[in-house]
């Protein structure tokens, strides 16, 4: 017996997907759900401390993070959805351009972090409010588990998917690529709630959007996502 072609096929992602109401409303829920899980920690602990604050906020990252992935993965696993963001796969282009790309895209972040950090804001950490969070924790092995899912785990697979495979893809149906690419990591800056960083922030989502934009692989853009918040959580570590 013969199958058909449709048969086989996976099932197509609906043309108006992904959405600018969904995109905006599950960025809305992951920090409202960071806040949450924060408050309702410190509260099943009894402790209130200002030691206890820093890892209630690693714990809380933690556990939104999961909460957010377990619903995003109802919303997304039918029609096609995932593949459509390009989970599935390492985007369009040849491994070598891809690897090419990527190099350039990261180092061009980097060195105006280096321009931007050392020049024009002296003295002033780009991640100096994460950077106190962590200090201030103690080197248990369960802490140390924490943060390295919140930070090199949990938080580039979430906010690769709300920013990039969302709201980069949403906003290019209203706007050119370009417009849709600044937009997205302005509001990716933005969210980070460190005024002075917004710059070397957008730089890397710059890096990351253009990025997502030649090779179509969301896939590929999490591994270097991961692998950026793992240099910066172990330069951190070795800074402090």
């Not at 090419?100 to 180092?107: E, P, S």
């Not at 103690?138 to 802490?143: F, I, Y």
Request: net charge positive; with cysteine.
């Amino acid at each position: 017996m013969q199958h058909s072609e449709s048969a086989t096929a996976p099932p197509l992602a609906p043309k108006n997907y992904p959405g600018l109401l969904p995109a905006i409303g599950f960025i809305a829920l992951y920090f409202a759900l960071q806040i949450l899980c924060t408050i309702l920690i410190m509260a099943a602990t009894y402790d209130w401390t200002r030691t206890a604050t820093p890892i209630a906020i690693i714990m809380g990252l933690v556990v939104s993070a999961v909460v957010q992935l377990f619903l995003m993965w109802l919303y997304l696993r039918k029609d096609g959805r995932m593949e459509a963001l390009g989970l599935y796969d390492f985007g369009k282009l040849p491994l070598l351009k891809t690897v090419r790309i990527a190099v350039l895209c990261i180092l061009t972040a980097m060195a105006f972090n280096y321009v931007y950090a050392t020049y024009l804001i002296p003295g002033i950490s780009m991640q100096d409010e994460m950077a106190k969070i962590l200090a201030a924790i103690a080197r248990s092995p369960l802490n140390i588990a924490a943060m390295f899912f919140a930070i090199v785990v949990a938080a580039p697979v979430v906010e690769e998917l709300l920013f990039r495979g969302m709201l980069q893809n949403a906003l290019a149906k209203y706007l050119p690529i370009w417009g849709a690419i600044l937009l997205s990591s302005f509001l990716f800056a933005l969210v980070h709630g460190q005024p002075y960083a917004i710059p070397g922030l957008m730089s890397l989502s710059l890096a990351f959007g253009y990025l997502y934009h030649r090779t179509g692989s969301l896939r590929t853009n999490i591994i270097l996502h991961m692998a950026n918040n793992a240099f910066a959580l172990l330069a951190l570590q070795i800074l402090n």
